[in-house]
């Protein structure tokens, strides 16, 4: 893939890539010594008829482990798999995602959840092909989002949210065509830093506060 193939937005976004850090994402980096499970999630940017945007999908309100959380599409890099390969593997059985529409443009800084112990790549691709997408698992995927990155970017989409049970608290985003789902946790924290990162959009520690819907509250917090 040449450069020439992207629109003129995602060049920021390879080039911020390529220049992040770990600890710019998140203070949980994998432990050197650590024997982690080892996951990829897919990053796809693509231009939809509201122009560039972020495709998230949300899970399941039923799921034991967290419930209702807004994540990229992704999961367990299998044996003998890359991450690249495990992303579009997952992306393809969450929302229909067809591989061969994706140009992949590069990878984040592997990521820690210590609550999980799960080391997560995130991989970055253009939706140079898009193909319909839909909650093709629905025992998992409640929902398939494609979000204006302009929506993402307006101050007035930003909330912050604050963990239940340990009191921090989170940057998050306002989503879905009625603004009513919330983006938070740990794929929240990477869109708001690598966005911040881009120069995209500025830290808003005085966001309001959202609560979490009751559904969201039933499984383990995605920290």
Known sequence: MSAESLPDWMRPIVDGAATITGAQLTAFLPPEGGNPTRSAVLMLFGEGEHGPDLLLTERSHTMRSHPGQVSFPGGRIDAGETPEQAALREAFE??????????????????????????VTPVLGWWAD?????????????????????????????????????GWRSPGFLIGPDKDVILWGFTGGVVARFFEHLGWIEDMPDAPDVELPAYMLGGREHE
Do not use: K
Not at 94 to 119: D, K, M, Q, Y
Not at 134 to 156: F, K, Q
């Open 94 to 119: 969450e929302a229909g995602i067809e591989p061969e529409g994706v140009e992949l443009v590069g990878r984040l800084p592997e990521l820690w959840l210590p609550p999980s112990n799960h080391a």
């Open 130 to 166: 898009p193909s319909e997408v839909t909650a093709t698992s629905p025992d998992e995927v409640h929902a398939v989002y494609r979000v204006p990155l302009s929506e993402l970017c307006d101050p007035t989409h930003r909330v912050t949210v604050r963990s239940p049970s340990r």
